[in-house]
Nanobody, 114 residues
Framework: QVQLVESGGGLVQPGGSLRLSCTAS????????MGWYRQAPGKQRELVAG???????NYADSVKGRFTISTDNAKNTVYLQMNSLKPEDTAVYFC????????WGKGTLVTVSS
């Protein structure tokens, strides 16, 4: 059974930082392309950052220079380091693993507010 479990969300002030983690089980982690998506209230889910199995990363324009995606294959974990957070980053953040099929976590809420 495939599981993606996110953690690390919470309430942070503007300008602050958070690190999200997503640990996968039931898949061969190293062959999957991993991604972080987010969905704000009333908006569609959007890609925040992705990292291919070979290590190449891509980012949404809105987070470039502030967010960093990385993986630890030994821990089957993908991270999203989020710095200089803004209120518009408030959303539920979802982890995604994609190869021939796509798997999703249940999400973790990030709230950026003073």
């Amino acid at each position: 059974q495939v599981q993606l479990v996110e953690s690390g969300g919470g309430l942070v002030q503007p300008g602050g930082s958070l690190r999200l983690s997503c640990t996968a089980s039931g898949i061969i982690f190293s062959i999957y392309n991993m991604g972080w998506y987010r969905q704000a209230p009333g908006k569609q889910r959007e890609l925040v950052a992705g990292i291919r199995s070979g290590g190449r990363a891509n980012y949404a324009d809105s987070v470039k220079g502030r967010f960093t995606i990385s993986t630890d294959n030994a821990k089957n974990t993908v991270y999203l380091q989020m710095n200089s957070l803004k209120p518009e980053d408030t959303a539920v953040y979802f982890c995604n693993a994609e190869s021939e099929v796509s798997y999703w976590g249940k999400g973790t809420l990030v709230t950026v507010s003073s």
